[in-house]
């Protein structure tokens, strides 16, 4: 485990009550910021993970030990219903920004539009939000690439080109290295290289292998029952005491976590996520190299209906997509150099999250409608459609049943719709379990974050965002929790309030 | 001659990689991290999920008992594989479902023993890392 000043052993948490003024639940993108930001406005913060404190490259990405170093659950989640949904997140110090790609966007303004409008969430126009992504996008490292696209990605925007449609290279949290076509590519961003030691060296105090179980109110504080499973000691269940809680312990956790502490008002009853169609697209050439830079192109000329884009295609990878075809997987062996996973996303499907009475993990329920369905059908011919147009010789729908495409004619021949029980859809984002906003029938919090109606207690994770943000959302959960937080700064240091908020703070909410 | 989740798991793996001839980094024999990697995931997965997928993986070994008295693990390879077969091809959901969940969890560990001639990752490192589960990289 990675021990640095500032994070707990096992001894030092059991040796005395932890009772910090703020106690922030999760260490993913929304809760490393908020922890952050409220550390270097100088207040007493304790920072709680359930998973452990692992440096970044502890285990190659999207490998068999990643899964089980990082992942919840080791990958093995599922949104139950008619056409389930296999979801992904991160378990860990870091969270979800330890595991995906780092592709970065800033939230689209239809979509900051939209939860105005709907959800009446106050203050959330784009030129507001403007400084909590530039203050965000200093501390996290946002780059684009330094010169031309690896060829996974140059061969999705050749074939939007060739059809005419929109396509973009999408910006990462990367530092490119200056010899990165020469070996040495650079160093992907997380929140265990940025937020964490700055948290870190503000004073603030880590404690990772510990879940929050359930929080209760005691005489004007919190009390959160934490079990600590520290990988040098036994378990044991220890208690928080804290005055202020933000809980961001993910869509489902989040919601699992309040539901659990008798807070169900609009909690856990509107899971959002991107479900996602694979296909293996195989070139004529060589696409495939080690030592390239990851690929970053979408293709958005369907937005927001549907997108698409490159997947990491290393072969573990590419044998997990051709599972669908088995007796093809000897392609995998002889021409994996050839091959690469593209995907077509959408915004369909509406969850819940609910504990089950004895055990840890929450019931995850989905329905996607037919017109889910149709719609991530229509995002795969098109997918299809424009991989042929990039030069593709063969394209293997990661689903059962589907046949490989070789031609225009084939992509004619796709179904109209996803069948139900074959759908083997996948998503990586999931959102607005407890959206935020001012409408109190259908919002868990106001539109800074705050429960409504209970007392000191915030929500800072994707859990907040009313609906799916159609991009990669990690720059709206980071950017989102800033503004947040920072109006809770702003607020703790009105006349009459002791505190003081950071000086680059001051300057983004004046 | 009893059913034995552990080692009907282990089996699995081994049959596997038997019947997946992938293209090897080296000369160890790769059914041991394939079936730990099995395990692994079935001690993490959702609680509720685990004990249902125990027992199905538990009957799954037994069902060989009433033709060959003996469970799936004892049985030599190519019975083992008509076994798997009969399960993948079985008109029952639960047995398709428990027959896919390991075969793809154990493709995707056969090919991750491949990321290191792919793409220069140290084998060492792998071995720390199978050895040590979520700690077993630590950095001080």
């Known amino acids: ?61 999207f490998s068999r030990e990643e899964i089980v170093q990082k992942y919840r ?38 979509v ?34 330094p010169g031309p696209a690896p060829a996974i990605s140059s061969r999705l925007q050749q074939g939007a080109t ?47 292998d510990a879940r929050a179980m359930k929080l209760a109110r005691h005489g004007g504080r919190w009390r959160a029952s934490v079990e600590h499973r520290p990988s040098d000691g036994p378990r044991r269940v220890i208690e928080i005491s804290a005055a202020t809680v933000f809980v961001a312990a993910g869509a489902t956790g989040t919601p699992a976590l309040l539901r659990r502490s008798g807070i169900k008002r609009n909690v856990g009853d509107q899971l959002r996520f991107h479900p996602m169609v ?37 072969r573990p990878a590419l044998a997990l997509a051709m599972a669908p075809h ?53 995002g795969l011919r098109r997918l299809c459609e424009c991989l042929l147009a990039a030069g593709a010789e063969a394209v293997y729908p990661s689903l059962p049943g589907f046949a490989p495409v070789r031609s225009m ?4 021949r796709m179904p109209d719709t996803l069948p139900p029980d074959r759908a083997s859809t996948t998503a990586l984002h999931l959102f607005s379990s407890c959206p935020m906003g001012e409408d109190t029938s259908r919002c868990a919090a106001d539109s800074f974050g705050r429960v409504h109606g209970v007392d000191g207690l915030h929500i800072a994770d994707c859990s907040l965002l009313p609906t799916p943000t159609v991009v990669n959302p990690q720059g709206s959960v980071m950017a989102i929790a800033h503004r947040n937080v920072m109006h809770f700064l702003e607020r703790a240091a009105r006349p009459g309030a002791a505190r003081a908020i950071p000086e680059h703070a001051a300057a983004i909410t004046a | 001659m009893l059913p034995d989740f552990e080692r009907a798991v282990e089996a699995f793996a081994q049959a596997t990689v038997r019947e997946r001839s992938a293209p090897r980094s080296d000369e160890r024999d790769p059914s041991t991290s394939v079936g730990r990697f099995l395990l692994d995931v079935h001690a993490r997965m959702p609680d509720y999920l685990r004990l249902p997928f125990r027992l199905l993986t538990l009957a799954f070994d037994a069902w060989s008992l009433p033709r060959h008295g003996k469970p799936f693990h004892r049985l030599p390879h190519e019975l083992r594989i008509k076994h798997v077969q009969a399960w993948k091809t079985s008109r029952l959901e639960p047995r398709r479902r428990l027959i896919e969940f390991y075969e793809t969890l154990a493709v995707f560990s056969l090919y991750s023993d491949l990321y290191g001639q792919d793409y220069g990752y140290a084998s060492e490192q792998r071995d720390l890392d199978a050895g040590g589960g979520a700690g077993g990289t630590a950095r001080a």
């Not at chain 1, 088995?326 to 959408?346: C, F, H, K, S, T």
Request: charged residues 25%; negative net charge; glycine residues 10%.
């Open chain 1, 112 to 145: 900051l539009e939209r939860w105005r409008r709907e959800y009446r969430v106050d203050a959330l126009e784009e030129d507001r939000l403007r400084s909590h992504f530039e203050a965000c996008e200093a501390i996290a490292r946002v780059q684009y690439l």
């Open chain 1, 162 to 208: 060739s059809l005419g449609w929109a396509s973009m290279e999408v910006p990462r949290l990367f530092v490119y290295g200056r010899d990165w076509n020469a070996g040495s590519p650079g160093r992907k961003q997380s929140m265990t290289e940025t937020f964490v030691p700055r948290f870190l060296a503000a004073g603030g105090r880590l404690l990772a």
């Open chain 1, 409 to 412: 004619a084939d992509v004619a």
């Open chain 1, 1 to 61: 485990m990675l021990q640095s000043s500032g994070t707990l052993t096992q001894a030092a948490a059991l040796a005395a009550p932890l009772a910090p003024e703020i106690l922030v639940i999760g260490s993913g993108p929304g809760g490393s910021t908020t922890a952050t930001m409220l550390a270097e406005a100088g207040c007493d913060v304790l920072l709680i993970e359930e998973g452990p404190y692992l440096p970044l490259e502890s285990a190659p990405h």
């Open chain 1, 73 to 110: 659950n080791a990958g093995i989640n599922i949104a139950f219903g008619r056409a389930k949904i296999a979801f992904v997140e991160g378990n860990c110090v870091g969270g979800g920004s330890e595991i995906n790609r780092g592709l970065y966007h800033r939230t689209p303004e239809g």
């Open chain 1, 326 to 378: 088995p007796d093809r997987l000897g392609e995998v062996d002889a021409d994996w150099r050839r091959m690469a996973i593209y995907y077509a996303q959408n915004t369909g499907g509406i969850g819940t999250v609910r504990p089950i009475p004895g055990f840890r993990d929450p019931l995850v329920r989905v329905r996607q409608t037919p017109q889910d369905l149709a719609e991530l059908a229509e």
């Open chain 1, 278 to 314: 694979k296909a293996v697209a195989r070139f004529p050439d060589e696409v495939n190299l080690p030592g390239e830079l990851e690929p970053v192109h979408q293709v958005k000329q369907f937005d927001p209906r549907f997108s698409m884009g490159c997947s990491m295609s290393k």
